[in-house]
């Protein structure tokens, strides 16, 4: 189909087709590392949704470059015009000490309908390929504070997915795949250190100096910091030194 | 909220807030007007993603400003990148002589998943913006071929936007109204001359000459050409000339 082909194949492409959301974090690394496992053709898609840091799209760029996806495209889509989110408009990240602090609220980090628009860019760009499944890394330590990254959201995308497009009215339906939604930060990290992922490539700061370092005192990088304790494995992650002089 | 302020505001805001999705075309500017004639403060939202014709989103303006938008926001989004239809990849838009030659199938002009996407940005739109209701300009003639037109679409997407959203979750759902869906089109026109709509601000033509006037033979421009004669109402559409020197 004219305009659909991707514009730069960096692997050679075999197996059946998959659009792969791709962050630039940990969570959905390790989720191509196992489309890639399970023998699918991976198309990495990214958003630049006008996030405070760019960086998140390079290090999409070197993940999919890395782990093996056919291609690697970006969508650009400005959800700064809308606002609402410390990730989007002036609206400052929290910093805690430790995971414990971090508060059962729905979080000033939530982006309106974020995952919602993702998966939507991520349903057309299938369809325009002709690949029926989607993954996607939400994940059980996000989902008590985001809604979109809950079980029964992901289902009802599906079911809207195949209700939305020419595929599923045709009868070659869409599969939302999340295989680590039930998993903890720790089992992903391990499941991804088996995988070979090199999580030294990612990035899952909310608020990272201008140079690239996490700053250690969010909740990704809380998050991120006690799953690599748990998982017993080495955190490759560049921290920035605090106000005190100190590393996190 | 900081970020979420509308930067232009048009007319002064009174009643309760909704977003309403402006492509520039007659359906949509109907829909608009039947929202401030019940009393919604209406902030217009279009979405530029890639189209062949930039000229409706100037017609959009028009209309927000003609039926009284509070404002008019226009989002970016690249759907030429993905490509996959004849509105957004190098596929030619076909052309009948009438309306009988139209065939039940979806049409090449269906762009993958385009109302989930156009959705989904209008529900971060209204997330941001506190509106709960969300109008959209879908109607029964364009459902015989477009999925993403029918009613079960629409119902399994506003269930979703209330599983993917914090309002949604928090109990303040959001309720996506198609006032015109099972109207035709001659019906569509006569509400809208009966409310005052200016039919000559919009376009429908999916292949417009360079000059902007309608190719008058266009899925869209027949449609379009019918519902004007069916409701008895003067057509104020600009046509282009045709190959053989007539107007359509």
């Known amino acids: 189909m004219s305009g659909t082909v991707p514009s730069e194949v960096k692997h050679g492409e075999s197996g059946r087709r998959a659009v792969v959301l791709l962050s630039g974090g940990l969570d959905s690394a390790t989720v191509l ?6 023998g699918f053709a991976c198309h990495a898609l990214s958003v630049d949704y006008g996030q405070r840091h760019l960086g998140e799209l390079a290090c999409a760029a070197r993940v999919a470059q890395a782990v093996g996806a056919v291609d690697h495209k970006v969508i650009r889509v400005d959800l700064r015009a809308i606002g609402g989110s410390a990730l989007t408009a002036d609206i400052a990240v929290p910093h805690h000490s430790s995971v414990a602090e971090i508060g059962g609220d729905i979080p000033v980090t939530y982006v309106p309908a974020r995952n919602l628009v993702f998966l939507s860019l991520a349903l057309a760009h299938a369809e325009a390929l ?3 499944d989607l993954f996607l890394g939400v994940n059980a330590v996000d989902y008590s504070g985001y809604p979109d990254c809950r079980p029964e959201f992901i289902r009802a995308f599906e079911r809207t997915a195949n209700l939305a497009t020419r595929e599923g009215v045709l009868g070659r339906p869409f599969a939302i795949r999340t295989p680590i939604i039930s998993m903890s930060k720790a089992e992903i990290i391990r499941a991804g250190v088996s995988l070979g992922v090199n999580y030294a490539l990612t990035t899952s700061c909310y608020d ?30 560049r921290y920035a030194v605090t106000r005190t002089g100190r590393r996190p």
Chains 1, 2 share one sequence.
């Not at 590392?33 to 399970?38: L, V």
């Not at 201008?210 to 494995?233: I, W």
């Open 33 to 38: 590392a196992m489309a890639r496992r399970d």
């Open 130 to 132: 002709g690949a029926c």
């Open 208 to 237: 990272p100096a201008a140079d690239g370092a996490a700053c250690g005192t969010c909740d990704a990088c809380l998050l991120r910091r006690q799953g690599f304790v748990e998982a017993g494995a080495p955190d490759p992650t």
